[in-house]
Nanobody
Framework: QVQLVESGGGLVQPGGSLRLSCAASGIRFSISDMGWYRQASGKQRELVARIFSGGGTNYADSVKGRFTISRDNDKNTVYMQMDSLKPEDTAVYYC?????????WGQGTQVTVSS
């Protein structure tokens, strides 16, 4: 059974930082592409950042230079360091694992950026 368990969300002031973690089990983590998506209230889910099994990354334009995705294959965990947070980053953040043809989702963690 595949499980993706996110942690690290919370309430932070504008300009602050958070680090999200996603611990994976039940998948071949090292050969899976991992990603973070987010969904703000009333909006569609969108890709935030992705890290491929080979280590390459890509980011949404809105977070480039502020967010950093990384992975630890020994711990089956993907991280996302979020700096210089803005109110528009407020959303539920979801971890995603993809290895063709399967995709898996975590339950989500709330990030709220507000003063």
């Amino acid at each position: 059974q595949v499980q993706l368990v996110e942690s690290g969300g919370g309430l932070v002031q504008p300009g602050g930082s958070l680090r999200l973690s996603c611990a994976a089990s039940g998948i071949r983590f090292s050969i899976s592409d991992m990603g973070w998506y987010r969904q703000a209230s009333g909006k569609q889910r969108e890709l935030v950042a992705r890290i491929f099994s080979g280590g390459g990354t890509n980011y949404a334009d809105s977070v480039k230079g502020r967010f950093t995705i990384s992975r630890d294959n020994d711990k089956n965990t993907v991280y996302m360091q979020m700096d210089s947070l803005k109110p528009e980053d407020t959303a539920v953040y979801y971890c995603n694992a993809f290895r063709f043809p399967s995709t898996f989702w975590g339950q989500g963690t709330q990030v709220t950026v507000s003063s």
